[in-house]
Every structure is written in C-alpha cells, then in structure tokens.
C-alpha cells in the first residue's frame, strides 16, 4: 500500500541551526501539506502546496519557514534558525485532491520529532 | 478560524462500551472528516462525510453531521482495546485542512 515517508524520524538540533525535514509523498498525490504537533496537542497546520508553489500558509508559517519540492519526489520543510519552541512532532501529508467540494482524504507520515536544545 | 474542536477531551471507557465523541466548528464547511491517531504515530483517516450528508456509516463507525447546529459526532460501536487512540476532526478551507485538540479515548479491557 502506498504510503507518505518522512526522514529523519528524530532530530536534535541547538537552538539558532538550520532544519530540513524531508518527506516522500504518495506518487500519485498533487497536494502536499505540512502539520506539526506540539506534544499530543492539536495538531496545528502550516502549509499547503500545490502546482510547485504555496497555496495556503498558517500564521505560523513565517520567514523562519520555506518549504520545496526540489525534485518531483521529495517535499521538504526547512527551518532557518530554530528556536526552543519549534520543538514538536512535524508531520507531512498528502492528498490526490485539495479540500473543496471534492475534497479527498489526506494520507500523513509518521512524523519527524524535533527537539531543539 | 475554521478549526474543529472535539469534546470530550479524554473518555473511558469498558471494552464493548459504545464511545462517542462530538466536534463543533464555526464557519461553513465543504466537508468534514475523523482521524485517528495511536499514541506517537501519524494521523490516519477514518470517515468524510460531506456538507449535504446528514449520516454515515463505516464498519462500527457512525459519523453524524448538523451544519445548522455545526457540530458532528463519531460514535463507535462495541468498542475494543484497540481503539484506543485519540481521534481528531478536520475541517476544510479549500487547501488548508483544520484540526482540533482531539478527543483521547481509552478502551480498558
């Protein structure tokens, strides 16, 4: 069964490093999302991106925050500079349809933990 | 903002018990969906159940939809230890999906 994959699954970084999460999504997929979990809190969404570009971003997604499909396989989420509370679970979804009135179910990776220290 | 948030926060319950959980959201929707999420893992979807849909049905699962009170329930048959997890609702806005707090259920055998 196909499935979304994201690496790493733990990273510990120092406050202030730069962070890139990676992410495969499903082959298929046209649309691509990040989310990030706050330890078993709600789960907060970034951003959305369609057609190699942002369609929609969270507040939370700021300059901090960029987001690239360089490769036609490959989704990443970068951090600039990390800060104490950026820790969270980060997951990644994907989706054959956007949301909308044909809107399609969204498949997520487990997760990449980051803990900055 | 357009988030679901799901009541009761935490529920347990005895295996074979019926759970049920509810969602309120605030602004119209095109659709609304479950997840589920076992402790430390992805979110996995369960049910989507669509703004002119009042009820579905998935196996044990039943999803109840009132847009005009813009709440939904997820009720789960004869629960099992395995459901355990907590389950979340999604709502969206064209490409941004929103989730709640989730409701954290505990099935004791």
């Known amino acids: 069964e196909p499935e979304v994959t994201q690496t790493p699954s733990h990273q510990v970084t120092q406050m202030g490093q730069e962070v890139i999460l990676r992410c495969v999504p499903i082959?298929?997929?046209?649309?691509f999302y990040w989310y990030r979990q706050i330890l078993g809190q709600k789960v907060e969404f970034l951003v959305s991106?369609?057609?190699?570009?942002?369609?929609?971003k969270s507040e939370i997604f700021d300059d901090q925050f960029s987001v690239e499909r360089p490769d036609g396989s490959n989704f990443t989420l970068k951090i600039r500079s990390t800060k104490l509370e950026d820790s969270a679970m980060y997951f990644c979804?994907?989706?054959?349809?956007?949301?909308?009135?044909?809107?399609?179910?969204?498949?997520f990776g487990e997760g990449s933990r980051l803990t900055v220290l | 903002s357009q988030q679901g948030e799901e009541d009761p926060q935490a529920l347990s319950i005895q295996e074979g018990e019926n759970a049920t959980m509810n969602c309120s959201y605030k602004?119209?929707?095109?659709?609304l969906q479950w997840y589920r999420q076992n402790s430390g893992r992805g979110l996995v979807h369960l049910i989507l159940?669509?703004?002119?849909?009042r009820e579905k049905h998935s196996g044990r699962l039943r999803v109840t939809l009132d847009t005009s009170k813009k709440s939904s329930s997820l009720l789960i048959t004869a629960s099992r230890a395995a459901d355990t997890a907590s389950y979340f609702c999604?709502?969206?806005?064209?490409?941004?999906?929103?989730f709640g707090s989730g409701t954290k259920l505990n099935v004791k055998p």
């Open positions: 979804a994907s989706s054959a349809m956007g949301g909308g009135l044909n809107t399609g179910e969204l498949f």
């Open positions: 159940i669509r703004s002119n849909e």
């Open positions: 991106f369609y057609n190699n570009e942002i369609s929609e």
């Open positions: 999604a709502t969206d806005n064209f490409n941004k999906f929103y």
């Open positions: 082959s298929n997929h046209l649309y």
């Open positions: 602004t119209s929707i095109n659709n």
